[in-house]
């Protein structure tokens, strides 16, 4: 589809990447953003879009959101934690939000839609894994959950009209990143600049993207891919350790810290210590990443180290 023009509305859009894609459709769309605020921040909001405050587990405020005059939906709006203690909780209201999305599209007649699934929704995969690799078998309640809504989302493409894009992201990293493993680092180094701990042995080595390559391919896509139901990964040719994105970080904040341990091959219940999607779709469709995964984290590192 054109985007140019179109009126559209971006859930989750005072967050990370939502708000570098509102950013990026602003000057030329009539942009809504609808989000509560629990992991965004209103001014990341640009004062071209209008701003609604609202949760989107609730139809009345999507209802708001989404009229009959929504061209297309970029549904980026959910909790994403991996290791969260309240698993079914995060389960309930992100599937609550995307049911709530679909539902007042049909109603109105939307039939565009854009959503943010994520690379766990493959668990433990072979590597670089395809889109259409199967069985799909996530290891975390996040990645069943976005694999839920997935096949929700296919219900709505395939027997609703609603032609839909499902985004399957690596990590996405640049400015405004909070509570992952580059901002944390940094915080930790200028907490004390000559030793940190690292969750795992350091040796997971997963695939970075730049949020502005994030941005671009999905605006690329939805313009470049028909059909009812694309799904597409998003991410780099390339993966980058955990114990290199230390000696990155170390670097831009020129520090040199030794480094512990934490032990095991993951950080975390439900990590996935080894990630590395096939950007073979995407460059069917005529987009490459600018940046390699190294050269994300050290421009992400940079940015964030500045506003931190
Ligand atoms: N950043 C990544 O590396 C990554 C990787 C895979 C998938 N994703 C997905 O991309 C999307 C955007 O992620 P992000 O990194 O920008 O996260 P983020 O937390 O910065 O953005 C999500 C936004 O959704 C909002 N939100 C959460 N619950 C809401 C509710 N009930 N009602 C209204 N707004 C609500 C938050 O306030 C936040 O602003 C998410 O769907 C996430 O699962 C992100």
Redesign the pocket.
């Known amino acids: 589809m054109d985007l140019h023009g179109t009126q559209v509305t971006v859930?989750?859009g005072?967050?990370?990447?939502?708000s570098h894609l509102v950013e990026r459709l602003a000057p030329d769309n009539d942009v809504l953003v609808?989000?509560?605020?629990?992991?965004?921040d209103p001014s990341a909001v640009p004062d071209a879009a209008t701003f609604l405050e609202?949760?989107?587990?609730d139809p009345a405020v999507v209802a708001d959101a989404i009229t009959a005059q929504t061209d297309v939906v970029f549904h980026?709006?959910?909790?994403?934690a991996v290791d969260t203690d309240r698993p079914r909780e995060q389960f309930e209201?992100n599937a609550a939000?995307t049911y709530n999305v679909l539902e007042r599209m049909d109603e109105v007649g939307a039939d565009a839609l854009a959503y943010?699934?994520?690379?766990?929704v493959y668990g433990e995969a072979p590597r670089p894994t395809p889109e259409d690799y199967a069985p799909l078998e996530p290891i975390s309640a996040y990645g069943a959950g976005?694999l839920a809504e997935e096949g929700l989302i296919s219900t709505y493409a395939h027997s609703h009209g609603i032609q839909s894009w499902v985004f399957r992201?690596?990590?996405?990293?640049g400015p405004r990143?909070?509570g992952?493993v580059i901002p944390d680092f940094i915080e930790k180094l200028r907490e004390d600049p000559d030793r940190m701990v690292i969750l795992g042995d350091g040796k997971q080595e997963k695939s970075y993207m730049h949020v502005e390559d994030c941005v671009d391919a999905i605006v690329h896509v939805v313009e470049a891919a028909e059909g009812p139901l694309t799904q597409c990964n998003l991410g780099t040719r390339t993966t980058t350790s955990v114990d290199r994105i230390a000696d990155i970080v170390s670097d831009v904040l020129g520090v040199d810290p030794t480094y512990e341990y934490t032990g095991g091959d993951r950080g975390w219940t439900g990590d996935v210590p080894r990630m590395r999607l096939s950007v073979e779709k995407l460059a069917g469709l005529g987009w490459e990443p600018d940046r390699s995964s190294d050269d994300a984290v050290r421009q992400a590192a940079e940015e964030l180290s500045e506003e931190l």
Do not use: E, H, P
């Not at 005072?14 to 939502?18: D, N």
């Not at 980026?76 to 994403?80: N, S």
């Not at 992201?169 to 990293?173: E, Q």
């Open positions: 859930t989750g005072a967050g990370f990447v939502g609808v989000d509560d605020c629990a992991n965004g609202g949760d989107v587990t980026l709006a959910a909790a994403k209201a939000m943010t699934s994520s690379s766990t976005k992201f690596a990590n996405i990293v990143l909070r992952a």
